[in-house]
């Protein structure tokens, strides 16, 4: 299966800053179907982003994602008080399917 | 607005099964793949399979394949989830999610979730 690997596991920022989240694959993600979910503390996952880089239904254009093969990147670039919340990468070309371990946005 | 809503949390002793629903709205149930994703508490996000609707096929993850089953009622337009043989380890709160219509060919993410059903297994 895919292992992927996220990083940093916490990251402290202040509301303004641009924040850059890593999600690094075993192998390579096939077609590049990668997701990045939102979850804050009590809540099911929220969609973000989509195919790597489409912004899901709703979603503000500060919330961008890239990549491809084995290296993803989340980037909020500029943080917004209800964007600190811990976010999830997921691959879902291989299967069984896989999350990343997550990574905690906080307020510094 | 399409939603889905699960069953309320549940308490079992390690041995039992539990049986976590997930009923859809404002689409047809029969037209897209639900699948089953689990968090321990404080932890991460772990899929556990999907099943097709509309055809009642299913596929689990390898460590949940002899352990899960994945049923669906389309007269009510609700899909289940069963574990059996609890043990404390499955202490989570288990969620449903909308996949890819079943005549898309290609994989998709998850969009929307369900609010999560707590199954806490305990002597």
């Known amino acids: 299966e895919i292992v992927l690997t996220q990083s940093p596991a916490t990251l402290s920022l202040s509301p303004g800053e641009r924040a850059t989240l890593s999600c690094g694959a075993s192998q390579s993600v096939p077609s590049n179907y990668l997701a990045w979910y939102q979850q804050k503390p009590g809540l099911a996952p929220r969609l973000l982003i989509y195919?790597?880089?489409n912004r899901a239904t709703g979603i503000p254009a500060r919330f961008s994602g890239s990549g491809s093969g084995t290296d993803f990147t989340l980037t909020i670039s500029r943080l917004e008080p209800e964007d600190f919340a811990v976010y999830y990468c997921q691959q879902y070309g291989s299967s069984p399917r896989t999350f990343g371990q997550g990574t905690k946005v906080e307020i510094k | 607005q399409v939603q889905l809503v699960q069953s309320g949390a549940e308490v079992k002793k390690p041995g039992a099964s539990v049986k976590v629903s997930c009923k859809a709205s404002g689409y047809t149930l029969a037209d897209y793949y639900i699948h089953w994703v689990r968090q321990a508490p404080g932890q991460g996000l772990e899929w556990m399979g999907w099943?097709?609707?509309?055809?009642?096929?299913?596929k689990s993850a390898p460590k949940f394949r002899d352990r899960v089953t994945m049923t669906r009622d389309r007269s009510i337009n609700t899909a289940y989830m069963e574990i059996t043989r609890l043990s404390p380890d499955d202490t989570a709160v288990y969620y449903c999610?909308?996949?890819?219509?079943?005549?898309?060919?290609?994989?998709?993410?998850?969009?929307?979730w369900g609010q999560g059903t707590l199954v806490t297994v305990s002597t």
């Open positions: 099943i097709n609707p509309n055809s009642g096929g299913t």
């Open positions: 999610a909308r996949g890819a219509a079943v005549e898309v060919t290609r994989e998709m993410w998850s969009d929307p």
């Open positions: 195919d790597t880089s």
